[in-house]
Nanobody, 115 residues
């Protein structure tokens, strides 16, 4: 079993920044990737960003150039730095990973972008 605990969500004005953290209960060297999804009300959950074990990253087109993903292996934590936030970034953000053939989700953290 892998537990993922997100933190760092909140309310921010348009143009602001937030950094989300996802702490894993296992050594993240052992997982295939660490990823972030989001789900807005009435919409499907969508992939935001992902970082693989060897450091390759990919991003949704809607966040390219504004969001970055990183990992601190010593802390078993992945981060999502979100800059230039827009109201359409408002959603619950979920961390996910895959370990030993099983997929795991965190509980989610709310991000609200509003003036």
């Amino acid at each position: 079993q892998v537990q993922l605990v997100e933190s760092g969500g909140g309310t921010v004005q348009p143009g602001g920044s937030l950094r989300l953290s996802c702490a894993a209960s296992v050594n993240i060297f052992s997982v295939n990737y660490m990823g972030w999804y989001r789900q807005a009300p009435g919409k499907e959950r969508e992939l935001v960003a992902r970082i693989t074990r060897v450091g390759f990253t990919n991003f949704a087109d809607s966040v390219k150039g504004r969001f970055t993903i990183s990992r601190d292996n010593a802390k078993n934590t992945a981060y999502l730095q979100m800059n230039s936030l827009k109201p359409e970034d408002t959603a619950v953000y979920y961390c996910d990973t895959q370990h030993s053939g099983a997929h795991y989700w965190g509980q989610g953290t709310q991000v609200t972008v509003s003036s």
